[in-house]
Each structure stands twice: as C-alpha cells, then as structure tokens.
C-alpha cells in the first residue's frame, strides 16, 4: 500500500539554524506530494506542494524537492523562527487509480525552536 | 471568512453516548473528507464525499456514520462512543478528487470520551 516515513521526532533548534526533516515514499501509482503545517491548537495548513517529478515547492521559506530517483520529498528551512515552532506533516495523494484523492500522511515531526 | 469550519471545537462526553460534529465549506468545492488524529498527532482518512455521494469508507466501525445533505457540508455521527474514539477530527474538502487538488482543513474537533 502507500506510505510516507518521516524522520523520528522531537527536532530541537535554536533560532536562525538550519533545518531538514526528511520524508521518503512508497506509492502504488504516480503521486502528488505535500507538506502540511499544524501549530499548537490549530488545523493543518498546506505549507507547499510538488506535483512532479523535480518539481520544487516553496513557501515562507520553506523548501521541498520531489526526487522520483529516491522517492524523496525533503523539507528545508535556512534559518528557522521561533514562530516556525509546529508540527509538520509530509503527505501523498495519488493521481489517478482508486485512490479517490485521499491524503497519506506521515506520523508528523514535532519541531521547537528556542530563541 | 471561514473556509472550512467545525463545530463543536470541543467536545467532552460519556462512553455510550451518541455525538455529532458538524463541518461546512464555503468554498464551493465538491470533495469533502473526515480525518482522524490520535493522541500520537498520526492522521488517518476516514470518510470522503464527492457530490454528497460516499467514496471512501477506510474500515471505520459503522458506529460512525457520515451524512451529506448538501455538496458544503459533512457531518459525523458517532454511536455508542468508547474511550478510544478520544481524538482531534479534521474535516477537509477540496475542489475534486484529483491528486493534485489541494485539501483545505478546518479547525479540528477534539473529543474526549470519559
């Protein structure tokens, strides 16, 4: 079946550091791939996608490429804020086939960021 | 104005009592969904609709019944609530189900079952 693996958290940062969460897939068919963002108490926000292969999706900052060749779909941050303090969710939603558009979500990476 | 919205927010019961949860888009879109989130922050889709008709049903008991009276709302009915149905409930909608629509999230529901 689809999955997505995300790095094991807590991620513990000071402020200005540079940051990866890694996120690797397994995909029946041909996916779109998507990082979701939720800060404490709220709902998750799209924060960027990549629809194919190469593909770079970028927001606030945030960095991510879709490498078909590694099944990868990494996020990168410069130079993180305190306000980036978040859970984020790396994603997949096929295109096409049966899956009727749901989302595949990793198991969420917690990230602190301290001044 | 609120794309996705949810209510109740919160939602403290008894085990055995029967709760509902309302979601309503005002974006236009066809698609909606029900996501679970565990105590772990792990996401899991539950139900989606496309044109107030059922399309995906992920082998949730059928305690939980989903119901679409128009294309802009999903509501979630839970029977006989247990102590693991404890959870955060997102609702999401989207324009249709292609995989490169984006989902839109609402707020969460957070249910506590004592």
């Known amino acids: 079946g689809d999955s997505v693996t995300q790095m094991e958290g807590p991620v513990t940062l000071s402020e200005e550091a540079f940051l990866t969460i890694n996120c690797t897939y397994t995909?029946?068919?041909?996916?779109?791939l998507f990082w979701y963002v939720q800060y404490p108490g709220e709902g998750l926000q799209l924060l960027l996608k990549?629809?194919?292969?190469?593909d770079k999706g970028s927001n606030k900052g945030f960095e991510a490429t879709y490498r078909k060749e590694t099944t990868s779909f990494h996020l990168e941050k410069g130079s993180v804020q305190v306000s980036d303090s978040a859970v984020y969710f790396c994603?997949?939603?096929?295109?096409?086939?049966?899956?009727?558009?749901?989302?595949?979500f990793g198991q969420g990476t917690i990230l602190t960021v301290h001044p | 104005d609120t794309a996705v919205s949810q209510t109740p927010k919160y939602l403290v019961t008894q085990m055995g009592n029967d709760k509902s949860i309302k979601c309503e888009q005002n974006?236009?879109?066809?698609?909606m969904y029900w996501y679970k989130q565990d105590s772990k922050k792990f996401l899991k889709i539950m139900f989606s609709?496309?044109?107030?008709?059922?399309?995906i049903n992920e082998t949730v008991p059928n305690r939980f019944s989903p119901k679409s009276p128009d294309k802009a709302h999903l509501n979630l009915h839970i029977n006989s609530l247990e102590l693991g149905d404890s959870a955060v409930y997102f609702c999401?909608?989207?324009?249709?189900?292609?995989?490169?629509?984006?989902?839109?999230f609402g707020p969460g529901t957070r249910l506590l079952v004592l």
């Open positions: 999401a909608s989207s324009r249709g189900l292609a995989g490169l629509e984006t989902q839109y």
């Open positions: 995909a029946t068919g041909y996916p779109s």
């Open positions: 990549a629809t194919k292969a190469d």
């Open positions: 994603a997949l939603r096929l295109v096409g086939g049966t899956s009727y558009g749901k989302l595949t």
């Open positions: 974006l236009g879109h066809d698609t």
């Open positions: 609709y496309n044109n107030k008709e059922l399309i």
